[in-house]
């Protein structure tokens, strides 16, 4: 039973549902708790009552293991009766890459939920795999303690002089410390001494410097501390233009190196049906769109213009701006350039319309919009945003974990220090009650770009006897979706994207007189089709089946009958 939540509290609009000609009663379906972030066994938890509560519509399934041993829980969420998952075009979400970014995992539990719930037409035609949690190891730490990291800290061989996150305190968390030093490059904001603001060279001390909640590792007593080890960001870790540390801070060892990206590495490689992915990140409210290196102007324009398009429905149902990924910067910076990221390996090694939403943070929730975090140029401008956050939390009447008071600690190496300051899962992500919100949109754009995928048909079915036991089979294979099969012109390049192919395997007592079994039609743009025909001599009877290698439009087996 989880504990902060009813996972089988009746919903009776679910109890009976009548899909594809099935009626019976249905067990209910987890909520999910909008009240606070969700550890590792609460996401089990929910992911297996989903699973057991629509065994027609959900499995859940693996990628594999994390690094430490943790599952790395996949769903498949679609109409099984209606076809196998690996026969049909398939959609990818994943959440919670970043460690800190724990909204993503509520979005993409929200999605697995809804279309459970709502069980739209498209699940007759299309697999959803959902991974909602990526990065478990690293998102348990931060659910457990506020601490921080982005994907992974290597702290497997410990450096000297190195500060490691501990809850020294006691607390249960891993907040900040400051402590006066006549070398620190803070002060306390003289407009709010909660916050500490830079040190600029005509400020009045008392100076401060500031560190995580910690431990030194075999210190020497000196003032130089390095925090933490060596870090890494997974979304740095595909492998499109991976570059190595230092080129790409955060890059890993080679492309996939970390476990968990292989994982997903692997799974994403192997599976030709997969025609659209989506990734679930906190920042700056935004749908983020490729390149992520580069400009515009290197894809096909063609590209450019559907990307760009199918992003403005993001931002019609979230209210979102729609930002290429080499533009989500400050103003006053250069286009960034990031290397062996999500965008450009969906886009260049892939051939896919990939999308991130990047869910907000707190600052969103505060009101401070993607524009004006991303107008502030000056530390005087960045400060007086925070201000602006915390008179927005002193103010709810309901307060929502922040921000800690700074309470005198004796640390056991430093001595005096003071001990406090931002939650950081909480600054990273937005107010809980808001992402609520943020999710519905979020899920309707899921629906409208899936809706939008390569759907491969064989109609227009005929078989026709002449003379003697000559009979001639025809067939019209057609893609009646809106995305062709190549998804993008990049995709028509690559290998990995498979033309559309026809076979027509004969029964055993059935001879084929036409030169050639298969067709390849090659890819096929929404609306378009292709006539088929083979000649074969055979009696009455079962003639063999025709079997159609779709690529991202699925896949088909149908069988021939001639009576």
Request: net charge positive.
């Amino acid at each position: 039973m989880i504990s902060f939540l009813n996972p089988f509290k009746e919903d009776k609009s679910l109890l009976k549902q009548a899909k594809g000609g099935r009626m019976k009663k249905k067990k209910p379906l987890p909520r999910i708790s909008f009240e606070r972030f969700l550890n590792y066994g609460e996401v089990t938890e929910i992911l297996k009552a989903m699973a057991d509560a629509r065994p027609d519509f959900c499995r859940l399934e693996s990628l594999g293991v994390s690094r430490q041993g943790r599952q790395l829980h996949l769903l498949a969420i679609t109409d099984f009766e209606s076809g196998a998952p690996e026969d049909k075009p398939a959609y990818l979400i994943h959440g919670n890459i970043h460690a800190s970014e724990l909204a993503g995992t509520h979005a993409a539990l929200y999605t697995a939920r809804q279309l459970l719930s709502d069980v739209p037409e498209v699940l007759r035609r299309v697999v959803f795999y959902i991974v909602p949690r990526l990065n478990p190891d690293g998102a348990e730490f931060v659910v457990k303690t506020g601490g921080k990291v982005r994907s992974r800290s290597d702290e497997e061989e410990k450096l000297p002089n190195t500060l490691y996150q501990q809850d020294i305190d006691g607390n249960g968390l891993i907040l900040n410390m400051r402590q006066k030093h006549p070398d620190g490059t803070f002060i306390k904001d003289p407009r709010d001494s909660r916050l500490m603001v830079r040190r600029k060279f005509d400020s009045k001390g008392p100076f401060y410097r500031l560190l995580p909640e910690g431990m030194i590792y075999e210190w020497d007593g000196g003032g130089n501390i390095r925090t933490g080890g060596r870090t890494f960001d997974w979304n740095r870790n595909w492998s499109y233009d991976w570059r190595p540390e230092p080129e790409q801070a955060g890059s890993g060892d080679f492309p996939f190196s970390e476990p968990e990206m292989r994982c997903m590495g692997e799974f994403m490689h192997a599976r030709q049906n997969l025609f659209g992915v989506l990734g679930y990140h906190t920042g700056p409210a935004a749908v983020l769109r490729p390149p992520s290196t580069g400009k515009d102007t290197d894809m096909d324009e063609s590209d450019v213009l559907m990307m760009e398009k199918l992003a403005q429905i993001g931002s019609r149902e979230t209210g979102f701006p729609v930002i290429p990924v080499v533009k989500y910067h400050n103003k006053n910076r250069r286009d960034i350039n990031l290397r062996g990221h999500f965008h450009n390996f969906g886009y260049y090694h892939l051939g896919l319309f990939v999308f991130e939403f990047e869910l907000g943070t707190i600052h969103d929730s505060a009101g401070i919009s993607t524009e004006e975090r991303l107008a502030a140029v000056k530390e005087e401008e960045t400060e007086d945003l925070m201000r602006r956050l915390m008179a927005w939390w002193d103010k709810r009447k309901k307060k929502e974990p922040l921000f800690t008071g700074w309470k005198r600690f004796e640390h056991p190496q430093l001595g005096s220090v003071e001990v406090g300051g931002f939650l950081n899962s909480r600054l990273s992500n937005p107010s809980l009650r808001d992402l609520e919100k943020i999710v519905r949109g979020t899920y309707r754009f899921t629906l409208e770009h899936a809706r939008r995928h390569p759907h491969i048909r064989l109609e227009d079915l005929s078989m026709d006897r002449f003379s003697g036991d000559i009979c001639r089979i025809r067939a019209r294979i057609a893609n009646r979706g809106d995305l062709p099969t190549n998804v993008t012109a990049r995709g028509r390049e690559l290998e990995r994207l498979k033309t559309v192919q026809a076979v027509f395997y004969p029964a055993e007592d059935v001879a084929l007189l036409s030169l050639r079994p298969q067709f390849d039609t090659g890819h096929m743009a929404g609306g378009n089709s292709c006539m088929l025909e083979w000649f074969v001599s055979a009696g009455k009877g079962h003639l063999g089946e025709i079997r159609v290698r779709g690529g991202t439009g699925g896949n088909l087996r149908v069988p021939l009958q001639l009576d």
